[in-house]
């Protein structure tokens, strides 16, 4: 029921992208019929969620929540997913039973290391601890093997054959675990930033740096990711497009997703670190350039999630924008703007729950252009002893006021902007342009790690 609810939520989502299913057909009964019976099924007393089957009901619950954008139900089933964990020793590959098959093992590990990348990624997104950290468990990656060639009984082939060249390795499940790889390193990324910036650290004795072995800037970090990325096979450093066939689009797919996850990880490296204006436009412009080169069906197929992953973009354009600017930091931030409006449009059509950000986004820039025309306007009839600094924008807000109410044309969206000058000159927005901003500037609210270093 839990597959189910997560299945019919991502169909009705748009994420199918071969002809062999008709979405119509999949949408009834609604995902939120199939949601309810698997929370039904899990007892109130954890002690009688005995079984491995437990576990995998919440884990999907989760990432349900997230697709529907209940993100409580995300934090809810997952907890209980964690609880059930400790219970059942899931984290240490001792504690499990001895009698277990070969594909029983398999599911475990592939269990246990998916909700350990859920665990960083909403810790990530949303804030809060990471549950289970890598050092402190005991579990084997999956192997890498096709499915076809794992039994109930024993395995057919042996590893070292399958690379000897007699069997064929499983490239999905090569790239599952490179995934998980990178989210290792997201953990460590994620302590070291929060270190750097601890939310209270009053009457508390420094522990950290007894333990902490010299820091490697963001760049090594992401040059070492980089060179282990490209030893993987050709397969996950192209993404080709969409077949039909599942057996050629589950690696197109997993290469989509780990190119989602390298951004996630470029951002949080960066973010790190006071990169100035162009630092955040050169980070911003390298994950969207990447994305935009990604077929739009694996984007759609990842879903819910990636629009997540953009939100860390919006957290550090919307740090440039509060800043001073100058007509030209300006227009860069501006391109950046409307191509990832044009992303968001792409992967929102479709969604049940869109959250319209892509025309918020084009709206914005609409009137933060209106704005710098009549600044530019003002600064040629004022004369040349006012033309050194912007006048106060206040006497500007009627007019700003009425063009807000108008809806932008592709022309005025793209038009150029002209009149100052001296395009070095710098100057703020006024707060109440940004008051529409798609993602929050709130520092207080635990948002996740994307707030804390890019806005300052």
């Known amino acids: 029921m839990a597959m189910c609810a997560l299945a019919s939520a991502r169909a009705r989502d748009g994420a199918l992208y071969s002809k062999r299913w008709c979405p119509s057909q999949l949408a009834n009964p609604p995902s939120e019929v199939f949601c309810t019976a698997a929370k039904e099924s899990i007892p109130r007393d954890l ?263 953009l939100g860390g973009i919006g957290y550090i354009l919307g740090s440039v924008m509060e800043g001073s600017l100058s007509e030209k930091s300006y227009r860069r931030v501006r391109t950046l703007l409307l191509e990832m409006a044009q992303l968001l449009h792409r992967l929102e059509s479709g969604f049940r729950r869109s959250t319209g950000a892509s025309e918020r986004l084009k709206a914005q820039v609409g009137r933060i252009d209106e704005y710098m025309r009549i600044q530019a306007s003002s600064i040629i009839s004022s004369g040349p002893q006012r033309r050194s600094s912007f006048p106060n924008p206040d006497h500007m807000q009627s007019r700003l006021a009425s063009s807000e109410d108008q809806e932008d044309s592709i022309a005025s969206i793209h038009a150029p902007l002209s009149g100052f000058e001296d395009p070095m000159t710098q100057f703020q927005l006024p707060p109440e342009l940004l008051d529409d901003w798609p993602w929050s500037f709130d520092t207080i609210l635990p948002e996740g790690v994307f707030p804390m270093p890019f806005i300052k």
């Open 47 to 309: 002690a009688a969620a005995r079984g491995l089957e437990y576990l995998r009901t919440c884990a999907i619950l989760s990432i349900a929540g997230i697709q529907n954008g209940q993100i409580q139900d995300m934090q809810q089933y997952a907890g209980i997913y964690h609880t059930l964990t400790g219970m059942e020793g899931l984290h240490d590959e001792k504690l499990w039973p001895k009698d277990l098959s070969p594909v029983e093992v398999e599911v475990r590990r592939r269990l246990f290391w998916s909700m350990y990348t859920l665990d960083v990624y909403s810790s990530i997104v949303w804030g809060g601890v990471i549950r289970y950290r890598e050092a402190q468990s005991n579990v084997h990656y999956p192997s890498e093997v096709n499915d076809d060639f794992t039994s109930d009984n024993e395995y057919q082939v042996d590893l070292n054959d399958v690379y000897g060249g007699k069997g064929q390795p499983s490239q999905w499940m090569r790239g599952w675990n490179f995934t998980t790889d990178l989210y290792r390193i997201l953990e460590h990324a994620v302590d070291c930033q929060r270190w750097r910036s601890p939310p209270n650290t009053d009457g508390k004795t420094e522990v950290w740096s007894l333990f902490r072995p010299a820091q490697m800037t963001a760049s090594s970090v992401m040059d070492h990711v980089l060179s282990m990325y490209s030893a993987l096979p050709a397969q996950f450093r192209e993404t080709p497009p969409v077949t039909g066939h599942p057996a050629h689009d589950i690696v197109g797919f997993q290469s989509a997703n780990i190119q989602a996850t390298l951004q996630l990880l470029r951002m949080v490296l960066f973010s790190s670190e006071d990169r100035g204006v162009d630092g955040k436009c050169d980070v911003a412009g390298q994950v969207l350039s990447v994305f935009s080169k990604v077929p739009v069906e694996y984007l759609k197929a990842i879903s819910s999630p990636l629009l997540h992953h």
